[in-house]
């Protein structure tokens, strides 16, 4: 069974705002279709001060997708529309302790049930600006739909660079068949064929001075948070000893149950760019090991 | 709360109390390899052929020999699947159903990329296949036709005996993953035209790690593992013995039961089936309730999702499973439930009840008393679903925008 936390439990065997609000003035009918869950939101907005006084929701679907949608209606009740608006799938995963990344989607269902009933309230047509596609990369939750789009937009041409720019396939490996399965599709269409031998751009091997490595180290870091932060974490530079990187994970990553996953992945990352064997560290242990010294 | 109610008899059963103690000198003082010539081995060689003896007498073998012992039934599935293909190279087709067990359809969807043509043959509202579809496929290029002989979800029973005949006249080898089968109904595999049959200890009261691939004698074969002579060389790597001996043991007793599981078994399915659908409204049985396994009842409610169900089905202490998508692990709705064309809002709630010879009276009657007020409950919050009843055209009442 699927692992879900206290929290999601909780919400899906007593869920709040369950049924429909009785003169609701906005209603959103939204569908998730990697599973067939769908979901009705409706709201009673002030229209005074575009408050949201009551949420209600009816949902056809899983466990979790239950506990999204009595989550969303908690988030949001009391909040003005424009406040509502910018709630995030993530706020809702977060705020139910996490969802495995098989049900992250259920969350997204949430917030596009919001966006549909915020829009349907102001009159306007809402459309959908995502598609979801079968769940690639488990431990980092990428879909085929993601891998295939970086694919075309990038030229891409190995897993290893896949994994470079979608994070899928960096954590146990797994799913490198299905990768390999959709270059293989995408090079097929382009003419070309998939060469499960080619390497991607080797990495230079140049000596560099301390400072011009610790430079490098930091340019690689830079070009990782952007993945960090939509996922809310961080990475910080520490120290660098020899070959053993120091760094902080911040934000949604510290104590994130993935920050070991996502250390290898920065490791592996660095090892590349670097082109020299690199051991990134959590500076927690650079702390215990000065005090065992 | 009072004991948990075990109605997931399909996905794996209970180890019976016999297999194990029959099972536990092979863990200590019978460790020896029954590959070896001295006494420790010896005896253990002795109690293997025991063993394959009562698999033969479940399945109604000619031969002892016709058992080979594998490491489960996906294992049985793709030797023999396989080993057609390998022995008949200029045939390129393979005729299966869209209903198969992953077990089959990954295995048949790979070959496909490795230019094999794969004939699924399609069922019906009820799930029942077309005869005269799968007769006219035949010919000189199909290598082998593989055919569950129940469903796994639904129970149905598939004319398999009937389907060998036809195979073995146009010369095409014939298998049949019966995992759901054995034990549960007869079976005398030497009065059949099946060539080749799988089967799985867990499945029959046998403890995981251990199946049986029928190979009646004189067909070709190639193994899929070589190394020793294990098997007679058609399944090499050293015997899971204690497994092997379970399984021998629990092949005897579903024989000695298999009244039971027609008599006994089948008349609490059918209270359980009856006593819901009393008191369920817009709920119904899947697959051909004429024609199926007498253990398995799949039941879809309709308006909800299978998921939830289970979920309150385990508070309240009972195990069965769904066809719903969220519970596959994958995502993907129950390709069982797609090809009867079962409507979705039905088959995302359907809930597969399989039972045993282990339940009981009372236990059935629980679970009658349980299943109606989760589905009232979950019934409640679905958009589909307005006080006693759907709401009016539901697909039309609520059609979200799917995305």
């Keep these: 069974m699927w692992d879900y936390s206290e929290k999601v439990q909780e919400h899906f065997f007593n869920p709040r705002n369950a049924g429909a609000v009785e003169e609701a003035n906005a209603v959103g009918d939204v569908g998730s279709l990697s599973c067939g869950d769908a979901l009705r939101l409706t709201l009673k907005v002030d229209p005074e001060t575009e408050t949201i006084l009551e949420a209600g929701f009816q949902t056809f679907g899983c466990g979790s997708a239950i506990a999204s949608s009595s989550a969303l209606t908690e988030i949001i009740k009391g909040k003005k529309l424009d406040e509502a608006l910018v709630v995030s799938n993530q706020d809702i995963a977060d705020y139910l302790d996490g969802l495995p990344p098989e049900k992250m989607h259920c969350s997204v269902m949430g917030r596009e049930a919001l966006q549909a009933a915020v829009a349907n309230y102001r009159g306007e047509e809402w459309k959908d600006d995502h598609e979801e596609g079968a769940l690639i990369c488990k431990c980092f939750a990428v879909d085929a739909v993601m891998i295939e789009d970086v694919v075309r937009a990038n030229g891409l041409r190995t897993v290893e660079e896949v994994t470079h720019y979608t994070k899928a396939g960096g954590g146990c490996s797994a799913c490198h068949e299905g990768i390999e399965e959709i270059l293989t599709t995408v090079l097929t269409e382009q003419g070309e064929a998939f060469n499960a031998s080619a390497k991607a751009a080797p990495p230079k091997k140049t000596k560099l001075t301390n400072l011009q490595r610790i430079r490098r180290i930091e340019t690689v870091l830079e070009s990782l948070r952007p993945q960090l932060q939509a996922d809310h974490g961080d990475v910080e530079l520490v120290d660098v000893e020899g070959n053993t990187v120091y760094v902080n994970m911040t934000g949604a990553c510290s104590g994130c149950q993935m920050a070991g996953m996502t250390l290898n992945g920065i490791q592996q990352r660095l090892v590349e760019e670097m082109g020299e064997f690199i051991k990134v560290v959590p500076a927690s242990a650079m702390q215990k090991m000065a005090a065992a010294g | ?403």
């Excluded at chain 2, 496909?112 to 579809?133: A, C, F, M, N, S």
């Design chain 2, 1 to 403: 709360m009072s004991e948990p109610i075990y109605l997931d008899n399909n996905a794996t059963t209970l180890v019976a109390p016999e297999a194990v103690e029959a099972m536990l000198p092979f863990f200590s003082e019978q460790f020896g390899n029954p590959s070896s010539l001295h006494s420790f081995g010896d005896k253990v060689g002795r109690a293997l052929l025991n063993a394959r003896r009562q698999v033969q007498a479940l399945i109604g073998a000619e031969h002892d020999s016709e058992v080979i012992f594998t490491s489960c039934g996906t294992e049985s599935d793709s030797t023999a699947i396989l080993s057609a293909l390998k022995v008949q190279p200029n045939r390129k087709e393979i005729i299966t159903t869209v209903v198969e067990h992953p077990a089959v359809l990954s295995l048949c969807e790979h070959l496909e990329k490795d230019g094999y043509t794969v004939h699924y043959l399609k069922v019906d509202k009820k799930g029942r296949l077309d005869i005269q579809e799968y007769a006219n496929l035949l010919s000189d290029n199909v290598a082998l036709v593989s055919v569950m002989w129940a469903n796994n979800e639904t129970g149905t029973l598939f004319p398999v005996e009937e389907m060998a005949e036809l195979a073995n006249e146009a010369g095409v080898l014939f298998h049949s993953d019966a995992v759901q089968v054995a034990g549960k109904l007869p079976m005398r595999l030497q009065d059949t035209a099946i060539d080749m049959l799988s089967l799985s200890g867990h499945k029959l009261h046998a403890p995981k790690g251990v199946g049986v691939l029928y190979l009646r004698r004189n067909t070709r074969f190639r193994p899929l593992l070589r190394g020793g002579h294990q098997e007679r060389g058609r399944r090499a790597g050293t015997e899971n013995t204690a497994s092997i001996i379970g399984l021998g043991q629990a092949a005897e007793l579903a024989l000695a039961n298999i009244e039971q599981e027609n008599t006994a078994v089948r008349r609490l399915r059918d209270k359980l089936e009856k006593g819901i659908l009393a008191q369920v409204p817009y709920a119904f049985v899947t697959g051909d309730p004429g024609n199926r396994l007498p253990n398995t009842a799949n039941i879809a409610f309709e308006y909800i999702e299978g998921e939830a169900i289970l979920l309150l089905m385990n508070k309240a202490g009972i195990a069965a499973s769904s066809g719903s998508a969220c519970t596959s692990g994958s995502l993907e709705p129950s390709h069982v439930m797609r090809a009867m064309d079962i409507p979705y809002t039905a088959a995302h709630g359907s809930v597969r009840f399989s039972l045993s010879r282990y339940n009981t009276e009372a236990e059935i009657e629980r679970v009658i008393e349980a299943i109606p007020p989760i589905v009232s409950k979950l019934r409640k919050l679905s958009p589909y679903w307005s006080g006693d009843g759907p709401v009016e055209d539901p697909a039309k009442a609520f059609a979200p925008a799917y995305a």
